[in-house]
């Protein structure tokens, strides 16, 4: 006795041509829901709820010292040049007793970079080490300072 349904190709078993997405929306539907619920404890941070002091003070926020070293070895302060030697002792004096003031070297992209050090080697041997190098954007030129003139410009007025 044979079987009826052997040989016959009758589609009981046929290849499903579509794609079940069920599954896939489930499983984004999941990680939907964890990204919602933890990206506010991400932003949040830990709340705290800080101590009252009666005798504390407001920090004053110092302006700081700057320097500028041009590509050609000039080191100004405060628009008046000076020699690498004697910069030390005008930032001294600029800052006076309190070393806490922060000192901002802009130094020209085109100095040599054994320059620039020397001056920052200069300066930490008189013991100003609160020293930032100041950088621009990148892919941005440096807007003119408001205490030079623009070439064409009308000269301030007194």
């Known amino acids: 006795m044979q079987n009826s349904s052997v040989g016959k190709s009758s589609g009981v078993y ?22 919602m619920v933890t990206a506010p404890m991400l932003t949040a941070g830990l709340h705290v709820n800080l101590p009252q002091a ?4 407001k920090l ?3 302006p700081p010292v700057v320097l500028t070293y041009g590509k050609d070895g ?33 130094a020209d992209r085109d100095a040599a970079y054994g320059d620039v050090v020397g001056l920052m080697d200069v ?14 954007p990148a892919g941005k030129s440096e807007p003119p300072r ?5 070439p064409g410009a009308p000269a301030p007025r007194p």
């Open 14 to 35: 046929r290849a499903q041509a579509d794609i079940n997405v069920t599954p896939l929306v489930d499983v984004m539907l999941v990680l939907l829901i964890i990204f």
């Open 54 to 57: 009666k005798a504390a003070q």
């Open 74 to 106: 000039t080191v100004e302060l405060d628009g008046q040049s000076y020699r690498v030697e004697q910069i030390a002792e005008a930032v001294e004096a600029k800052l006076g007793d309190d070393r806490t003031q922060p000192i901002h070297l802009r």
């Open 146 to 150: 408001p205490d030079k003139t623009t």
């Open 60 to 62: 004053d926020p110092k």
């Open 123 to 136: 300066l930490a041997a008189h013991g100003l080490t609160r020293l930032a190098v100041l950088t621009g």
